[in-house]
């Protein structure tokens, strides 16, 4: 169990149906240029957990610049564009404001158009600039932020789900001090002991005094850089004001009315994590974790059915469409059966001709493990 489950001030709600709010197309890369390290008193790992799971916070406001090196292959059309699969390379700045746990704002502004995400109790608001439309849910009465999904769109958020595998699994151990946003902070390492991870460690660097995590970093194996990382470069612990919660359409824009549904439940009233689908499970345990998922159809025969929009090979017939998309991954095979591979530094996933979907931060021999069993 994640040591932050108890802290709602660091699960900022940000519904999938809505891209992470921007301000500013990228940031300069020396951003994140590292600085003397400030001298701190000495503490261990235990302490710095602790100081995680205790801490206090009225508010907070900033700027976070996020970065994404995942080494995608060259493929036109599979990341980038007016979508949270834009924010999976390149560089990107964000304006975040939170007051309390039913009081969150995310911001994000490009060359293209601006986002912005906002929960004011039980209003949540999406606001698309560019196509000019808004999107507005009413959570039932009680909802948390755990009850809705969510995205990683801050250090904290994304801290949350790294200390969520902490376990035998994980080896923690405390790092360099650092300067970060002005503010000094400590950093707790962890590092998986699976070898199938393709996680070589994540750091994440926590204000010494206000004990929020300021910066997160995951480092692929064989990798001296980050392949993915988020950290503040200006923040404030003072409460926002009321009105930065406060959503009005600008004239003009559609407004949709969706409905805020749950997930189902099992036999004991949990939540299920794959939304209640039952052709979605998982295999494996913390980093090693693989999700395998049925497809309606297998890419091979979705990338040859005439008449479809992208059919073809990647290099016969229209290019565009995911048909295409999936034509141009190399084919694998082995005593698994046969498929495509989809490989980056810090995951792999593997399309079978058989219609399942295998993903996970682990190399690609694991995904085979799994399509064999």
């Given at each position: ?252 824009v559609k407004v949709t009315e969706e409905t805020a ?113």
């Amino acid at each position: 169990m994640s040591v932050l489950k108890s802290r709602p001030v660091l699960r900022w709600l940000v519904p999938v149906t809505a891209v992470a709010t921007v301000i500013g197309g990228g940031a300069a890369l020396g951003t994140f240029a590292a600085q003397a390290e400030p001298s701190l008193p000495p503490r261990t790992a235990a302490q710095l957990l602790v100081d995680l799971q205790t801490s206090r916070l009225e508010g907070l406001s900033g700027t976070v610049v996020q970065r994404a090196d995942l080494g995608l292959p060259p493929l036109a059309g599979l990341v980038g564009g007016d979508g949270l699969t834009g924010l999976l390379t390149g560089t990107h700045t964000l304006r975040v404001w939170h007051s309390g746990p039913d009081r969150q704002r995310v911001a994000l502004v490009d060359t293209l158009g601006e986002h912005d995400v906002v929960r004011n109790g039980r209003d949540v608001w999406a606001w698309n600039s560019r196509a000019n439309t808004a999107t507005h849910r009413t959570l039932p009465e009680g909802a948390a932020g755990a009850e809705t999904p969510q995205l990683p769109v801050t250090p904290g958020e994304a801290a949350d789900r790294a200390l969520a595998a902490i376990g035998p699994s994980t080896e923690v151990s405390v790092g360099r001090s650092a300067t970060v946003a002005g503010r000094d902070a400590y950093e707790l390492v962890l590092a998986p002991r699976d070898a199938a991870s393709l996680v070589h460690q994540v750091r994440i660097a926590i204000d010494a005094r206000q004990h929020v995590p300021l910066r997160f970093e995951v480092f692929a194996d064989g990798s001296d850089k980050p392949a993915f990382e988020m950290a503040f470069t200006q923040v404030s612990y003072a409460r926002p004001d009321a009105d930065q919660f406060t959503f009005n359409p600008p004239p003009g824009v559609k407004v949709t009315e969706e409905t805020a549904g749950r997930q189902p439940a099992d036999e004991h009233g949990k939540r299920r994590a794959d939304g209640g689908r039952p052709d979605v499970r998982t295999v494996g345990e913390s980093w090693a974790t693989v999700v395998v998922a049925r497809l309606d159809g297998a890419p091979d025969k979705a990338a040859a059915t005439p008449g479809r929009p992208g059919a073809g090979s990647a290099g016969d017939g229209p290019t565009d469409g995911p048909a295409a998309l999936l034509g141009a991954l190399p084919k694998v095979s082995g005593d698994w059966g046969s498929g495509r591979l989809l490989t980056g530094k810090l995951f792999s996933v593997l399309l079978t001709d058989d219609g399942r979907l295998i993903a996970g931060a682990v190399t690609p021999e694991r995904l085979y493990e799994v399509a064999r069993g």
